[in-house]
């Protein structure tokens, strides 16, 4: 199983990022994708999580009606677009199925 990030990077406040999970090793269509993340001295918090069939979504309240989750099975990707991004946004951002991991894709919010 392998999980790769990418789309992090450095972006004012009330700016946009999506990121993306490219997967690959497991039957994608058939599992819930997830994103995490970790900010310095913090916790990993679970962020937002996408059902198989891409049909139900679930969000951190922190990150609700700003973030969107969703999925191409076709691809094998999961996607994390995120808008008015604020400075506590910034973190680690990790694509999750089970106990597989990415290694995370950096996200910082700064003016």
């Known amino acids: 199983v392998q999980l790769v990030e990418s789309g992090g990077g450095l972006v004012q406040p009330g700016g946009s990022l999506r990121l993306s999970c490219a997967a690959s090793?497991?039957?994608?269509?058939?599992?819930?994708m997830s994103w995490y993340r970790q900010a310095p001295g913090k916790e990993r918090e679970l962020v937002a999580t996408?059902?198989?069939?891409?049909?139900?979504?679930n969000y951190a309240d922190s990150v609700k009606g700003r973030f969107t989750i969703s999925r191409d099975n076709a691809k094998n990707t999961v996607y994390l677009l995120m808008n008015s991004l604020k400075p506590e946004d910034t973190a680690v951002y990790y694509c999750?199925?089970?106990?597989?991991w990415g290694q995370g894709t950096q996200v910082t919010v700064s003016s």
């Open positions: 999750n199925c089970l106990i597989h």
């Open positions: 090793g497991f039957t994608f269509s058939r599992y819930a």
């Open positions: 996408v059902t198989s069939a891409g049909d139900s979504t």
